[in-house]
């Protein structure tokens, strides 16, 4: 694996108890041809959806930020792929791989980035700021990420906890960032799940840096595997840029989980070749950093390269993929641009019973003269002064 700084990167650590296997042979190695391919379109539609969405904020058409996960889709993809459509997966911003793979469609993504009134979130939330969890079979399984650092592993260590409450065969997959293992909500989350032997995986997504902080600026931990010795669970880690390698260890972790053994950490060492959002710069990173990993560690390339050589697949194969997530990109686009966006009044539903909607101006009734003194309702929001003969006839209405 391409080292990240000068020295190079420590090797995989053993020093934490690793995932038990029973069955022969890894589980890569029974992935079926289909499946092998599945593998590939994932990381090629995750990857060209967020080329789509950059050209769409530089036309000023996504609202908000923009995160890329460019350079980490294996990690995202081959992690949930392990995943059964009955399991619970919550993702992070840079995720998006493992939302598709669970069921997202690229026209909600783009939705949401763009915030249109017909987004899941009805243009309220943005990016992958959306949910559907419930019950088994019913819903596809992912929970609406919370922005916090590290929130996200007690709010899971509670959802797998009513899986085993409930004796129900399912599996949770939360996934944090180098950055949130230093928070209190990591620590007290992961410890409370692994008490309560809660089916529970955590992958830790060891990317360098925790938005411009490098690694060794925040923790002086040499490897982020080795918490789990505290915790008393087992932990792994693997190169987050081989997919397959990914899909493995996290297969490992969500049978053990599944067998009712509990909590598993993985750590999976990877990249991101983008800043914390689009308009970051990335003026911390040494210079040719970037640049090296994308030349000698990209994931798409590294995993092209095995189903051309090792797996056999045939080129055309592989472009005959590219080419439908092309249209279906496109398809998403035209469909996400000419959707509307959403009325004013769409921010009061789902959040007031009775009424879902108000009229404007509703809280200001009994005080017309107010109103009609200094607020244009019918023309905007900023305020005017009526001419004298109006206030006279306000004044005496008022009298």
């Known amino acids: 694996m391409a080292s990240r700084a000068k020295g190079g990167r420590a090797a995989p650590a053993r020093t934490a108890r690793p995932l038990d296997d029973d069955t022969p042979g890894s589980a890569a190695a029974r992935l079926t041809r289909e499946q092998q391919l599945e593998l590939y379109y994932w990381m090629r539609l995750t990857r060209t959806l967020e080329e789509r969405l950059v050209a769409l904020y530089r036309q000023t058409k996504v609202v908000g930020g923009l995160f890329r996960s460019l350079g980490q889709e294996a990690d995202a993809v081959g992690s949930c792929f392990a995943l059964e459509q009955r399991d619970v997966m919550s993702p992070l911003i840079r995720n998006l791989g493992a939302m598709l793979v669970k069921g997202a469609t690229p026209v909600e993504v783009l939705k949401q980035y763009m915030a249109k009134g017909d987004s899941p979130t009805r243009g309220r939330e943005l990016n992958i700021h959306f949910g559907d969890v419930g019950a088994a079979g019913k819903t596809r399984g992912f929970l609406g990420q919370i922005s916090p ?11 797998t906890l009513s899986f085993r409450m409930r004796g129900e065969d399912r599996v949770g997959l939360v996934y944090v960032g180098d950055g949130a293992t230093s928070t209190g909500a990591f620590h007290e989350g992961i410890n409370f799940a692994a008490v309560q032997r809660c089916p529970l995986v955590v992958v830790i997504e060891n990317n360098g840096y925790a938005y411009s ?31 397959l390698a990914v899909y493995d260890v996290t297969k490992r972790a969500v049978d053990r989980a599944r067998r009712g053994e509990g909590v598993s950490l993985i750590e999976l060492m990877t990249y991101r070749r983008k800043g914390h959002a689009e308009h970051d710069n990335q ?20 995993y092209l390269a095995r189903l051309t050589t090792e797996l056999g697949f045939d080129p055309k194969e592989l472009a005959a993929v590219d080419e439908r997530v092309r249209r279906e990109v496109d398809a998403a686009t035209d469909v996400a641009e000419a959707s509307p966006f959403p009325e004013p009044l769409d921010a009061l539903a789902g959040v007031y019973a009775d009424p879902p909607a ?39 209405e008022d009298a």
Request: hydrophobic share 35%.
């Open 149 to 159: 650092l590290g929130d996200m592993v007690p709010v899971m260590a509670g959802v």
């Open 213 to 243: 902080t490098p690694t060794s600026k925040q923790t002086l931990a040499k490897s982020f595997v080795d918490k789990a010795i505290g915790y008393g669970i087992p932990g792994e880690r693997a190169d987050g840029n081989d997919v």
């Open 283 to 302: 003026s911390y990173v040494p210079e040719g950093e970037i640049e090296r990993w994308a030349r000698e560690n990209d994931p798409l390339d590294r």
């Open 358 to 396: 108000a009229r404007p101006l509703w809280y200001r009734e009994g005080i017309s003269g107010a109103v009609t003194s200094s607020e244009r309702a019918a023309d905007g929001w900023g305020v005017y002064k009526a001419d004298a003969k109006q206030e006279s006839k306000i004044s005496q």
